[in-house]
């Protein structure tokens, strides 16, 4: 089986949302929030599936993901590009068409799946469309990602980890009493890249280690092998960096090792 390097994808910020559909208290204006997963956009019936926003500005988006989505088997995501609403309402420079959101197929015991969408080079846009379609009753999503991919020049070390952090406790008394506090339980990720260049390091991975312009945590996108398997949304991570971004090296430009260490929100 195929293995891909890893990608990375810092999420654009989102605004101006508008939609065809939404519960008053299932705003479409979660799903740009993906730092509270807890959070989502939910339609009331399975008419006018449609969300569409802005980007700060003109950006460069090569991959788009609709996260935590309650799809079905027929159920099928249709993304639009542009600069102007305009396109983006009709016939935009990037348009999808509809694609089945649950793809390869597969069953998520929680019910909500994500979607994976790589573009063939980036597209330079201003406005969104997301258009839901061949869904029966309410459709809900957690998070929408656009953005830019950064793969990493060479693959990891072979002595990666994925595991699960339960922020939950467990406690024995000295008479053997049981006191366990439930907790949620979050995935993990932890691996190290060797032969990371300044050039590297500096364009790819540094501002990952940086806040928002509001001084929030940053939010991260990391696909740990897209190959498109059963597995894949298993090895997608949605969450925040556990360990603040560094290089170790020498004198020699090239002998840079970075470690990753990331908790998983979703």
Request: hydrophobic share 40%; charged share 20%; proline share 5%.
């Given at each position: 089986?195929?293995?891909?390097?890893?990608?990375?994808?810092?999420?654009?910020?989102?605004?101006?949302?508008?939609?065809?559909?939404?519960?008053?208290?299932?705003?479409?204006?979660?799903?740009?929030?993906?730092?509270?997963?807890?959070?989502?956009?939910?339609?009331?019936?399975?008419?006018?599936?449609?969300?569409?926003?802005?980007?700060?500005?003109?950006?460069?988006?090569?991959?788009?993901?609709?996260?935590?989505?309650?799809?079905?088997?027929?159920?099928?995501?249709?993304?639009?590009?542009?600069?102007?609403?305009?396109?983006?309402?009709?016939?935009?420079?990037?348009?999808?068409?509809?694609?089945?959101?649950?793809?390869?197929?597969?069953?998520?015991?929680?019910?909500?799946?994500?979607?994976?969408?790589?573009?063939?080079?980036?597209?330079?846009?201003?406005?969104?469309?997301?258009?839901?379609?061949?869904?029966?009753?309410?459709?809900?999503?957690?998070?929408?990602?656009?953005?830019?991919?950064?793969?990493?020049?060479?693959?990891?070390?072979?002595?990666?980890?994925?595991?699960?952090?339960?922020?939950?406790?467990?406690?024995?008394?000295?008479?053997?009493?049981?006191?366990?506090?439930?907790?949620?339980?979050?995935?993990?990720?932890?691996?190290?890249?060797?032969?990371?260049?300044?050039?590297?390091?500096?364009?790819?991975?540094?501002?990952?280690?940086?806040?928002?312009?509001?001084?929030?945590?940053?939010?991260?996108?990391?696909?740990?092998?897209?190959?498109?398997?059963?597995?894949?949304?298993?090895?997608?991570?949605?969450?925040?960096?556990?360990?603040d971004i560094f290089k170790r090296g020498?004198?020699?430009?090239?002998?840079?090792?970075?470690?990753?260490?990331?908790?998983?929100?979703?």
């Open positions: 089986m195929a293995i891909r390097k890893p990608f990375a994808v810092l999420p654009l910020a989102l605004s101006n949302i508008a939609t065809g559909n939404a519960k008053s208290n299932r705003s479409a204006n979660h799903i740009a929030l993906p730092q509270f997963p807890g959070m989502r956009w939910e339609s009331d019936g399975d008419s006018n599936l449609w969300v569409r926003g802005q980007f700060d500005g003109t950006q460069p988006v090569d991959f788009v993901s609709l996260m935590g989505a309650n799809a079905q088997v027929g159920t099928t995501i249709r993304v639009r590009l542009g600069t102007t609403q305009a396109e983006v309402d009709g016939t935009a420079p990037y348009d999808s068409t509809a694609l089945t959101l649950i793809d390869p197929a597969r069953t998520e015991a929680s019910g909500l799946y994500h979607s994976h969408l790589e573009l063939p080079s980036a597209v330079e846009a201003r406005w969104w469309r997301i258009d839901i379609g061949g869904h029966t009753g309410d459709f809900s999503a957690l998070a929408l990602i656009f953005g830019e991919k950064r793969e990493p020049s060479n693959f990891y070390n072979r002595d990666r980890e994925v595991g699960f952090e339960d922020l939950g406790s467990l406690e024995i008394a000295r008479n053997g009493v049981v006191s366990d506090t439930p907790g949620t339980v979050l995935r993990t990720l932890l691996f190290r890249l060797a032969w990371v260049s300044e050039t590297e390091f500096y364009e790819k991975w540094s501002d990952l280690g940086q806040r928002n312009a509001d001084g929030s945590k940053r939010v991260v996108f990391w696909a740990f092998n897209p190959e498109p398997t059963v597995r894949r949304q298993a090895q997608t991570f949605l969450g925040f960096m556990a360990r020498n004198d020699v430009g090239v002998a840079n090792t970075m470690d990753f260490q990331f908790r998983a929100l979703l």
